[in-house]
């Protein structure tokens, strides 16, 4: 019996209840050492029958920076089901656990494979999978299965973690265990140690404070030499089985060494270590004896983390290093443990060993384990030797800490890499990682001196790797509305020997900075002849590209730059860039909104917030509660818009393009509630921003006219009309021209220029606006009594907008339907696909192109089981039944 943890079971006992009927789920418990944790796991698996398939791991704070250690001690009883995978996830899934040789698995990649492998399994039965000690497995592996637990839907799986409180598990559902009250701890003693003295028995409830372990181990330590007092409980514990340690032999001792210092368990690894060490297997036995381990079958656990590491503790350092001598030689064959022993067994700087370490580095970097590669190059910068290499090595340790999404790790290690090295490279290219972080964490000014420093120390030595840094620095100080910085970045690329890269990124730079003139034309023609394919930047790091695409949005070229990013996401997961991976996700999320595509630019927010999220990048989550902010005006969402701005304004680091940004957002909120003089201050403040000037900002303008208008003040917004004119002109695209012709219809009641509108908008995406004009020109209509036309202009916008799920627009759009005198107006007549959900809607999309259940789960990051969950419910509200009748619906 569990005591005093009955309600924690009833939790675990409804997630395996709704697994067992075929509806997965997730629960993470949280709680410090010994209290209980592993027990309420151990309850689990005794709460499900033989039908069940059961996996688990247990984390080990030695194995925590080897890549996937822990999902292939997972999934190996599963393994055999890899050949059911489709081909990219099995290869993806083999390469990260060794089973074969892959390149660069991609992370999203192996969390799906880990996805779709438990769900062949549940094709069996019901799957439970036990993670414990999740705080000590290796981060590509918690990567992995929070990805699955996320994405978990109708296969079957119930998913149980077991941490500390310095696990993370973002999204989940947690379950932090309390300690027992007296009356449970009492009863917990009489139950299990019926014979222990009253007072000895008052004495354990009272310093144990509840935690079960403590309650279980005090009674069988002499408790007078147990510390009480200020140290953690965990540390007085330590402190009792370091006592019962010193009363073993010294070859016992030893056996738990052997046993504690590789975290592999396995019982012919330790029995040839012994045999080396000439001790032979009767310490083993010894020690098995004192029950402090047990010996199952093939595998060698101690009772608990903390025994462990007490007898780990306990021993003398020459003794670790003999022991960890020996495993490395055992172990010469796992080139990865092998290199880990080997370090442990160093006690001081050794190149060839710091070699061996930084080999493993870059094994882990090609399975994407970036914080276990970090880790790697950081241990092997402590055993160099020489100064010099000691800082290139901290500096690659630096680069893949943030990688990962590591910043503060990586902004520990770059502080003691730059006490280290003079070298410009080194430096340089530690001024681009802190740089990114400053930006990230919301300190763009930092970002900029970092950057125009680090390009100014390796000119010389590397000006290529300046000119990128420079370019970097114009992004940044656009971000901020710091023209000034960008004029001084210029001017020092300008100043970098001529080369490709160089001369572009000035013609980046020159384009960008003329926008800004009276007359854009010259900008526009020279970003344009500056714009390049996503072929011609592959080669170019994140942030270079990431800037390219930014110089497609400021004018207007969103297919353009959706290629750049698209590509890029795919990069950024393919390599494991976290670090970079939101910031891509996030400007993508932006460029479907500006094109209409209002599903995918909120399942991209979504997804770019949680990776942000988990990589600790607020300046990222700013840009995702920006994208849905937006998303929730043109949605009429009126009071999540208002909140997301809220709690953005309340932030003293908002950059002012977000500022500007998050006003447009409530000014569209307004102008859906019809609140047109609020808006029109509103939008007045965007334009206050020094780069409100390029194109992504034309449909302020165009915003700011229809305010003015329908409030009769157009005497406010002539430089509107003015730029939207010079724009259009400079620009020549359909789309730009479109805003000027619905803006000039609505100032000078002109049919000529709305009917020119709609042709223009007829050419080309962006259907929110194309929907606007249309609404807008059938308002026009219908006052001017050509009703018949106003119904045909009404009803098209209408389907848009409904379509989109724009629906204070839908609802303007069916009030002026009625008073056009059209008859039968279905309220909220959204299309066919407006009741799906936005995955809803992608699987029915992908579903419509013939693919299988198993393409699309590659695709979408589900699992088949789950696909088809989706499919049978999009099937139901479609009223079809099968993927030849849905291909014949319109599901753009």
Not at 15 to 40: C, D, M, N, Q, W
Not at 162 to 182: C, E, N, V
Not at 255 to 274: F, K, N, T
Request: aromatic share 4%; proline share 5%.
């Amino acid at each position: 019996m569990l005591y005093g943890r009955m309600g924690e079971e009833q939790r675990i006992g409804a997630v395996l209840s709704e697994a067992g009927r075929g509806r997965s789920g997730v629960l993470a418990l949280i709680a410090g050492p010994g209290e209980g944790k592993s027990a309420l796991l151990a309850r689990a698996r005794e709460l499900v029958d033989s039908q069940w398939r059961i996996l688990r791991c247990t984390g080990m704070e030695t194995e925590a920076e080897l890549a996937f250690s822990g999902l292939r001690q997972l999934l190996e009883p599963a393994l055999h089901l890899r050949d059911l995978l489709p081909e990219p996830q099995r290869l993806a899934l083999g390469g990260a656990l060794g089973l074969e040789d892959a390149a660069h698995p991609e992370r999203f990649l192996v969390g799906l494979a880990t996805l779709s492998l438990l769900a062949e399994l549940s094709a069996l039965g019901p799957v439970l999978v036990l993670v414990d000690d999740a705080q000590w497995v290796d981060q590509p592996s918690i990567d992995a299965l929070m990805f699955t637990a996320r994405r978990l839907g109708n296969e079957g799986v119930a998913i149980l973690f077991a941490g500390r409180p310095d696990f993370s598990a973002p999204a989940l559902p947690l379950l932090t265990l309390t300690p027992l009250d007296t009356e449970a701890a009492r009863a917990l003693l009489a139950d299990r140690m019926p014979q222990l003295p009253m007072e000895i028995r008052d004495r354990v409830v009272a310093e144990s404070a509840g935690n079960p372990l403590a309650l279980l181990e005090l009674p069988g330590m002499n408790l007078d030499s147990v510390p009480v007092g200020p140290p953690a409980l965990s540390e007085r514990l330590l402190s009792g089985y370091q006592s019962h340690i010193a009363h073993l032999s010294a070859r016992a001792r030893l056996a738990l060494l052997v046993a504690a210092a590789d975290a592999g368990g396995e019982l012919g690894v330790v029995l040839r270590v012994l045999t080396a060490l000439r001790l032979g297997a009767e310490p083993l036995a010894e020690a098995e004896r004192s029950t402090m381990l047990t010996v199952t079958g093939q595998s060698v656990v101690f009772r608990h983390p903390l025994l462990r590491a007490a007898a780990y503790r306990s021993a003398a350092e020459h003794e670790r290093v003999a022991v960890h001598s020996a495993l490395a030689l055992e172990l010469a064959a796992d080139p990865d443990r092998h290199a880990w022993h080997l370090a442990a067994a160093t006690t001081g700087p050794v190149e060839a060993v710091a070699a061996v370490l930084e080999a493993a580095a870059e094994r882990a970097c090609v399975r994407t384990g970036h914080g276990a590669a970090a880790t790697a190059w950081e241990r092997a910068a402590r055993l160099t030797p020489d100064p010099a290499e000691r800082a290139r090595r901290l500096v690659r340790a630096v680069e893949t800490a943030a990688d990962a999404g590591q910043f503060a790790r990586a902004r520990r290690l770059a502080d003691q890499a730059g006490e280290l090295t003079a070298d410009p490279v080194h430096r340089a290219r530690l001024a681009s990682v802190l740089s990114h972080i400053e930006f990230e964490h919301g300190s763009p000014a930092t970002a900029l001196r970092l950057l125009q420093r680090g390009a100014a120390e390796t000119a010389v030595a590397e000006p290529l790797r300046a000119a990128a840094m420079l370019l970097d620095a114009g992004r940044v100080a656009w971000t901020n509305g710091d023209i000034a910085g960008m004029r001084v970045s210029r001017a020092m690329l300008a100043g970098l020997p001529s080369s490709p890269d160089r001369d572009n990124f000035l013609g980046a730079y020159d384009g960008t900075l003329a926008l800004l003139e009276p007359d854009p034309s010259a900008g526009i023609a020279l970003l344009r002849g500056n714009s390049l394919r996503p072929e011609q930047v592959r080669h170019h790091e994140p942030a270079v590209r990431f800037v390219l695409a930014t110089q497609a949005i400021v004018i207007g070229d969103v297919e353009v730059a959706r290629g750049i990013l698209v590509e890029l996401s795919e990069f950024c997961r393919a390599q494991g860039r976290l670090g970079w991976l939101a910031a891509v996700e996030l400007m993508l999320a932006q460029v479907e909104f500006l094109a209409g595509r209002f599903r995918d630019s909120e399942l991209l927010s979504a997804e770019g917030r949680r990776i942000a999220e988990n990589t600790d990048q607020p300046i990222r989550i700013v840009q995702a509660d920006m994208n849905l902010a937006m998303l929730a005006a043109v949605s009429g969402a009126e009071q999540q818009c208002r909140e997301l701005a809220e709690s953005a304004f309340a932030r003293t680091d908002l950059a002012s393009t977000h500022r500007a940004q998050f006003n447009w957002a409530l000014a569209l909120s307004d102008m859906g509630a019809g609140r047109w003089a609020e808006a029109l201050d509103r939008l007045e403040q965007v334009l206050e921003v020094p780069t409100s000037q390029p194109a992504q900002w034309l449909a302020v303008r165009a915003d700011r006219i229809e305010c003015a208008v329908r409030l009769n003040q157009p005497e406010r917004v002539t430089d509107s009309l003015d730029e939207l004119r010079l724009w259009s002109a400079a620009l020549e695209a359909p789309w730009a021209q479109a805003l000027l012709r619905r803006s000039l219809g609505l100032l000078h009641d002109d049919a000529d220029s709305f009917a020119r509108a709609m042709d223009l908008h007829g050419t080309g995406t962006r259907f929110f606006d194309r929907a606007r004009s249309g609404l807008l020109y059938g308002e026009w209509l219908r006052r001017e009594r050509r009703n018949d036309q106003a119904r045909a202009e009404l009803r098209e916008a209408l389907d848009i907008f409904e379509r989109l799920g724009a629906q204070p627009w839908a609802r303007r759009a069916r009030q002026e339907l009625r008073a056009a005198g059209a008859s039968s107006i279905p309220e909220g007549s959204r299309g066919p696909v407006a009741d799906l959900t936005p995955q809803e809607l992608q699987v029915a999309r992908l579903a419509a192109t013939g693919a299988t259940n198993k393409e699309i789960g590659a695709g979408l990051f589900l699992s088949p089981k789950t696909v088809g969950h989706h499919l049978s419910r999009t099937f139901r509200k479609l009223g079809v039944t099968s993927r030849v009748e849905l291909a014949r619906l319109p599901l753009d």
